[in-house]
């Protein structure tokens, strides 16, 4: 990320599943990677968790303002080519290098996860901010009356496609949500962004105008 005076992740806290049940499904970490631009609190994000609204309420609320940190594994993908995909899903098709020559943010995400509906806002401010900047928002559900429901409901405008398959997720090595990756103009990935961000703040957008 040249010019910007970050590099493109900080060490941070080791992992905690201390709030996850005993043989759940449910993984959160506050470890090793996290997006140099996130100032202030975030919300944390998720490995494939669908519990019931309560209980993350009852386990996660308190967790809220705690930065959202990736397994550690993926930083290596930063400066390398973004592995192509094609994702159709009957309404919508994206093709990723269709969009070569224009800089990208791929958002993986899903309707019943929490931290993706808190970023939701600003990334739609983003993508109305931003026109020229490409946003596909590629998400996991696998119910497409709840998901069609949720991008009707929610007035997301930005270009979506569902992937219940989670075939783009799986070529990103990602599992975790919400996920976002930068793409320049050229393919290779310039930045990778773990969990909620705040799109609206003056340090990611004037990232995104250096690309």
């Known amino acids: ?13 080791k992992s905690s599943r201390a709030l996850a049940p005993e043989g759940s499904s449910f993984e ?18 998720y490995r494939d968790v669908r519990f019931p609204r309560c209980f993350f309420f009852v386990f996660l609320l308190p967790l809220a303002l705690l930065s959202a940190c990736n397994r550690g594994a993926h ?14 899903d009957g309404a919508s098709t994206v093709h990723l290098a269709s969009y070569r020559g224009q800089v990208v943010l791929v958002n993986f995400w899903a309707t019943w996860c929490e931290p993706c509906i808190v970023e939701l806002p600003s990334l739609l401010e983003l993508h109305r901010d931003q026109p020229n900047l490409v946003i596909l928002a590629v998400s996991i559900d696998e119910d497409p009356d709840a998901y069609a429901q949720f991008i009707a409901r929610r007035h ?13 997720a799986k070529l990103f090595h990602t599992d975790m949500w919400p996920e976002t990756y930068v793409i320049d103009r050229k393919g290779i990935i310039r930045s990778k962004f773990v969990g909620a961000q705040d799109w609206s703040s003056p340090e990611i957008r004037a990232f995104l105008k250096t690309l």
């Open 1 to 13: 990320m040249k010019g910007t005076g970050f590099s493109p992740y900080i060490n941070a806290a």
């Open 28 to 45: 959160l970490t506050q470890s090793s990677f996290v997006s140099p631009f996130r100032f202030g609190p975030v919300a944390p994000y």
């Open 75 to 88: 930083p290596a993908q930063t400066n390398k080519p973004a592995p192509d995909f094609t994702v159709t």
């Open 156 to 168: 997301v405008d930005l270009i979506t496609v569902r992937d219940p398959s989670q075939s783009a």
